[in-house]
T-cell receptor, first 113, second 112 residues
Framework: NAGVTQTPKFQVLKTGQSMTLQCAQDMNHEYMSWYRQDPGMGLRLIHY???????DQGEVPNGYNVSRSTTEDFPLRLLSAAPSQTSVYFC????????????FGPGTRLTVT | DAKTTQPPSMDCAEGRAANLPCNHS???????VYWYRQIHSQGPQYIIHGLKNNETNEMASLIITEDRKSSTLILPHATLRDTAVYYC?????????????FGQGTRLTINP
């Protein structure tokens, strides 16, 4: 199993550009989520999904869109990048039928200039 | 979800047991205690979780007090690779919802 994979590892954007951060898992997990981590801070939840076709907002959803068309993939879209979105982004997945552990991807380091 | 309080930093000598405390005085009866760690800039790694009973796995032990208001994560023989930020998280399990709320965690440094 590859686990949770994220691409790209690094990205630099100019203010106003859009892009999609990719996240995929091969463990047949129902639950997937996106977090951001700013320097010296804990992770904050952006959006999450409990299954294909179902998404919901987390703690800091503004400026981000998600969709879940398949169980495996959960892309995060930045509509119009802003410097405040400079952060490290982590994707996570887990089974949802019990209090299971979450598996995290290696992260995408995004810089918006 | 209940709030948690952890010391911001701790040190431990290599080979000794590292005991990381967590206070969760407002925990309710159906909330689980989870521990994750984050090594440098990597994605968080699950360590262990429990509800009422003490738990042990290949990585660590989790000791939960009888009143459930605090817990301790024990790394029995700490190595340099255990240097990381450790997060204690308390949350209710609701089928389908696995949201985790991360605090600041404890930065554990293992010294040679």
């Amino acid at each position: 199993n590859a686990g949770v994979t994220q691409t790209p590892k690094f990205q630099v954007l100019k203010t106003g550009q859009s892009m999609t951060l990719q996240c995929a898992q091969d463990m047949n997990h129902e639950y997937m989520s996106w977090y951001r981590q700013d320097p010296g801070m804990g992770l904050r939840l952006i959006h999450y999904s409990v299954g294909a076709g179902i998404t919901d907002q987390g703690e800091v959803p503004n400026g981000y869109n998600v969709s879940r068309s398949t169980t495996e993939d959960f892309p995060l879209r930045l509509l119009s990048a802003a410097p405040s979105q400079t952060s490290v982004y982590f994707c996570a997945s887990s089974y949802s039928s019990g209090p299971y552990e979450q598996y995290f991807g290696p992260g995408t380091r995004l810089t918006v200039t | 979800d209940a709030k948690t309080t952890q010391p911001p930093s701790m040190d431990c000598a290599e080979g000794r047991a590292a005991n990381l405390p967590c206070n969760h005085s407002t925990i309710s009866g159906n909330e689980y205690v989870y521990w994750y760690r984050q090594i440098h800039s990597q994605g968080p790694q699950y360590i262990i979780h429990g509800l009422k009973n003490n738990e042990t796995n290949e990585m660590a032990s989790l000791i939960i007090t009888e009143d459930r208001k605090s817990s301790t994560l024990i790394l029995p023989h700490a190595t340099l690779r255990d240097t990381a930020v450790y997060y204690c998280i308390v949350r209710v399990f609701i089928q389908g919802a696995q949201k985790l709320v991360f605090g600041q965690g404890t930065r554990l440094t293992i010294n040679p």
